[in-house]
């Protein structure tokens, strides 16, 4: 059985190494495709608990899980907010915690620029809103007027709301004491700081490289002064 982890923050798979490399927790879709091309009949277990984050690398990751051909449960164990919700609606089977809650809602950006600028942006919003209305629609069978209406809100939902609506098969049933899961959001990190980190790294790289050779030769001339002296 695979097990995918889709905690903190769902970024994408530049923003996803320089998280790894600091050890910082995020999902992305590298990682993910990763796991998935294992084995494409094993059964795959997703737990989620995020906030969300990216919803392309949400899309990118829904994706993947749709086309698997194996069985994908998910298992929401804390929060599937935002893009998370995306990632879960591709679940065979989506289970729910008691203790959980679903969060659905319209897409939005920082913007800057001018009155076209805006205009522009609000219409790539709009598009936005409907292709991940689309998951919503796939999986609960929900009128896209009424889903729309969902996200317009910021809508909450409970275990047992989210089942009810379609959202979710069915909600954890535990013989013992619920845990409580506390969704936690790790630090924002902008793709300026990425592309700044990957340069650094790539000047690290080059000076590596650097030194080595320096090294090599000075290792070949280390060698051909012992073969010099060896022969005299």
Do not use: C
């Not at 989620?48 to 998910?74: C, H, K, M, R, W």
């Not at 598009?127 to 969902?150: C, F, P, Q």
């Amino acid at each position: 059985m695979k097990h995918i982890k889709i905690k903190s923050d769902i970024v994408d798979d530049d923003t996803g190494t320089f998280y790894e490399w600091f050890g910082l927790s995020a999902a992305y879709p590298a990682q993910v495709e990763r796991i998935l091309a294992e084995d494409d009949n094993e059964e795959v277990v997703v737990d989620i608990n995020s906030p969300g984050g990216d919803v392309f690398a949400a899309s990118e990751i829904y994706t993947l899980l749709s086309q698997y051909q194996g069985n994908v449960t998910i298992n929401i164990q804390g929060l599937a907010a935002s893009a998370a919700s995306v990632i879960a609606m591709a679940g065979d089977k989506v289970k729910i915690s008691p203790t959980a809650q679903m969060m659905i809602h319209k897409a939005h950006s920082a913007s800057s620029g001018n009155t076209d600028d805006f205009q522009h942006q609000s219409e790539v919003l709009a598009g936005v809103d409907e292709s991940i209305a689309n998951a919503y629609e796939a999986k609960t069978g929900l009128k896209r007027t009424d889903l729309l209406n969902m996200m317009a809100q910021e809508t909450w939902l409970t275990a047992q709301e989210a089942v009810d609506k379609g959202f979710g098969d069915e909600v954890m049933d535990f013989t013992a004491t619920p845990q409580f899961l506390n969704s936690s959001q790790g630090p924002k990190i902008t793709k300026a700081k990425v592309e700044q980190w990957k340069q650094i790294m790539a000047k690290a790289k080059a000076y590596d490289e650097k030194m080595a050779s320096l090294n090599q030769e000075k290792n070949d001339k280390t060698k051909l002064q012992a073969k010099i002296g060896l022969l005299f």
